[in-house]
């Protein structure tokens, strides 16, 4: 079992690395990195490439531990047990109608081995990360509710990403093996835009790719264009027949770009921007 990187997704050699490192420590992967280098689709594609079904659990602000394991729904047994009519009353008598099972229950019962992603984990509160040691560890948990233990048939093959809003705690740490993707350089850039616009032409993109590469280095940008901004401005150049004459000024000069919103996100860095292409005019 290794990942070899895919049609699809552009992996760098550590990022390959990483994920196999990972695989063979049985860890889970923790990767890092900006919003939007390709840490939730590394999960999908490695899954993909593996052949294996992928369970996701997409993590916010008030996403619990326990939900990830299961939840007893209270509420709606009381609810039937109130209109005893269903079933005769049946399904009331058995708690396991009234347990519902969270992604790491599915993935520890699963007949096959599987894939389990834990996105953006530094959404969640502090507490949630040291919740789930002991089930990630031990690869097991116990219900209350129906007396049983949840044991992993197979190890499931656990991605956690992060977009860096939290630090994460140093025993949840050293459970993990870490890679932090980092922002593509050119050449990575132009082989991921190719995977996505294996058509478009090369002096667009040489032109874009500057442009896009000078708006990121801008210092004192609040938040910096990522990839998946890249592709969406290209998408947008392509759809609007935009010509390379309006990305390149003759004499190399910065300009504004044609659709600068697919780029920058805030007013402040617009106005940057602007301050910028201004002053070297004048500096002419
Ligand atoms: N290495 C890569 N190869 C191919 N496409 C990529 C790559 N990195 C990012 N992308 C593109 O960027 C988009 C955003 O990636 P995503 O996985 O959602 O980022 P993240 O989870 O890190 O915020 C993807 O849908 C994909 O189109
Ligand atoms: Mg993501």
Redesign the pocket.
Known sequence: MKFQGSE????TQDLMLAVNASITLKRPLLVK??????????A?EVAQTLGMPLLQWHIKSTTKAQQGLYEYDAVSRLRDSQMADVDGGERVKNIHNYIVKGVLWQAFTSEQPVALLI?EIDKADIEFPNDLLRELDRMEFYCYETRELIKARNRPLVFI?S?NEKELPDAFLRRCFFHY?KF?DAD?MK??VD??FPTLKSELLTAAMKTFYDVRNLPGLKKKP???EL?DWLKLLVAEDIPLEALQSADNKVSVPPLVGALLKNEQDVTLFEKLVFMNQRNR
């Not at 990195?33 to 590394?42: D, Q, R």
Request: aromatic share 4%; net charge negative.
């Open positions: 699809n997704y552009v992996a990195g900006e919003p939007g280098t390709g840490k939730t689709m590394l999908e996105d990403t977009n993707i593509p990575t082989k991921i995977v996505h990522s990839t998946s592709l």
